[in-house]
């Protein structure tokens, strides 16, 4: 208990530098969390989409191109296929917004929940929707957030498509947390096209299709893909986990580039972190000296030393995590398209804290090694 009290002491005897420290472990970790968090979501969420055998279906030449709403048709008819929708996405400004903050998504309003079988909505509110042909529902959380309620409009300024939309919400639904979607009727978006003869009437970004199983799935994605391949629109067909996988990478090899700075973060705050300790350790030569003078051996001073190093870096690398966390919630809170759920895998977190840990070992290394040497004589000839 001794010892405890005296590590704390000299952790906070010099209390400007300490905190400084401190803040430097913290702010980095904060960092290190948000950036590991991120580089992880898609590996955390990719088991929860495999359990619900849906599969989406793509122009062959990436999201820039467009399949005609022909294809539908023929993924329905598959053996295996319970459910399929079509999802253009509408890329839509609401009222000054800067960026789209949610996905407007143009879909089969009769199917969607037979695709999407975990939303619930209150049966009143699909039949509503499903009767309204300008209608759309939105995900609880947003609505939420804007504070959004049943009967509001929704005017959409387009970006991708040549109209704009006006939009009634007629229904609020629960769904997965990473869900931040609104929808409305592909027929409604197909009209307006139409009337313009848009070259996009008739087509869709994308199918999301569900199947009867797993075994389902692996003969109906050949199948669909064999069908249109000597089409004008050759289509590529995927399962939702692994067109989650594809995405990620749209941005690079994010996990490599976020080791790669997480690696350099650590160099530097053990750099940090061992000339503060190295600081703190020639003020007070003397000091070890005297206390080998009256019995303390080695193993002890080693110990304290040590252990102040330590305590600094995990104090800054909880804080560091912790800090970490609450802007990842505020994010999520703010901007959900780009942090789409509200939590951090755990090991995350403690890779956070056990990266601390090692940086106030290895930091404190060195010093502590140096004092434990530290001869008497020596010591009380310095002047700290």
């Given amino acids: ?29 904060a960092m290190m969390t948000v950036l590991y968090g991120f580089a992880t979501l898609n590996d955390q969420l990719i088991p929860e989409l495999a ?36 999802l253009a996405w509408y890329i839509g400004q609401y009222k000054d917004e800067k960026m789209p903050t949610f996905a407007s998504l143009a879909t089969d309003a009769k199917e969607l929940f037979h695709v999407w079988t975990e939303f619930r909505m209150p ?3 699909l039949t509503a929707w499903r009767e309204n042909r300008t209608g759309c529902i939105v995900d609880r959380r947003n ?48 009209e307006r096209l139409r009337a313009i003869n848009d070259l996009k009437a008739g087509t869709t970004s994308i199918l999301f299709v569900r199947a009867d199983s797993a075994e389902s799935m692996n003969r109906v994605l050949p199948a669909i893909d064999d069908r249109y391949e000597s089409s004008d629109h050759p289509t590529t067909s995927q399962s939702h986990q692994d067109f989650a996988r594809n995405f990620s990478k749209f941005v690079g090899n994010l996990q490599v580039y976020v080791r790669n700075i997480g690696a350099a973060v650590v160099f530097a705050l053990v750099l940090v972190a061992g000339n503060a300790m190295a600081m703190s350790m020639r003020e007070r030569t003397t000091e070890i ?37 609450v802007t990842w919630s ?30 106030g070992l290895v930091s404190g290394i060195g010093p502590a090694v140096r004092a434990a040497g530290l001869s008497v004589i020596a010591g009380l000839r310095r002047v700290a």
Wanted: with cysteine.
């Fill in 1 to 29: 208990m001794k010892s405890l009290k005296y590590i704390f002491r000299n952790a906070t005897r010099n209390k400007l530098r300490s905190v400084l420290t401190v803040l430097s472990v913290a702010i980095s970790l």
């Fill in 289 to 325: 000296a005297l206390l080998k003078a009256i019995g303390f051996q080695r193993g002890p001073v080693l110990a304290m030393v040590l252990g102040e190093s330590m305590l600094i870096s995990l104090v800054g690398g909880t804080l560091g995590v912790a800090t970490g966390r």
């Fill in 330 to 359: 505020t994010v999520h809170y703010f901007w959900p398209q780009f942090v789409p759920v509200d939590w951090v895998a755990p090991q995350i977190l403690l890779l956070g804290v056990g990266v601390a840990a090692g940086i």
């Fill in 143 to 190: 609505a939420d957030r804007r504070g959004w309620k049943i009967g509001d409009r929704i005017p959409l300024k387009g970006n991708n498509y040549p109209i704009d939309l006006d939009l009634t919400i007629c229904g609020i639904y629960d769904g997965p947390e990473f869900i931040n979607d609104l929808y409305f009727h592909w027929t409604y978006l197909d």
């Fill in 51 to 86: 359990k619900a055998n849906r599969l989406i279906v793509m122009s062959r030449d990436g999201f820039a191109s467009m399949i005609p709403i022909s294809v539908l048709d023929h993924v329905r008819g598959l053996e295996g296929v319970e459910a399929a929708v079509p």
């Fill in 123 to 125: 049966a009143e509110q």
